[in-house]
């Protein structure tokens, strides 16, 4: 099930590549190729923040967990079951983000290296 999720992003991904290109392929004026690749620049700029602001306030929250927990065993109070429960769930959902996250980020590098490839070459 876990590769699945994977291979799905891949085929998204592959997809939003095709598409693009097709974007490409239907344009020959040099002014619409500009006004195409910046916008394909500010869709991936768009997307990384989000991905990256995603994933970077899920670490954050899981290393907040764990501080907190340490706290918590120098006051000597020690944490409920749920606590652990959903401290361990923060730790999974972080572990199995990070593929996705480096696969997406690995298309959006070819996305954005397309469209400067197109940008630079109608100037």
Known sequence: MKMAGYLWQIVKNILIVLII????????????????SLLIVIYCDIRGFLMLYGITNL?????LSEEFKKVRVLLKEIPNEYE????????????????????????????????????????
């Open 59 to 63: 670490s954050f929250i899981v290393w």
């Open 21 to 36: 290109i097709g974007i490409y392929d239907s344009i020959y004026d040099s002014f619409e190729i500009i006004v195409v």
């Open 84 to 123: 652990e429960d959903e401290r361990q769930r923060l730790k999974v959902m972080n572990q199995k983000n990070m593929p996705k996250f480096y696969i997406n980020v690995g298309f959006l590098l070819l996305i954005f290296l397309i469209a400067i490839v197109n940008l630079l070459g109608a100037l």
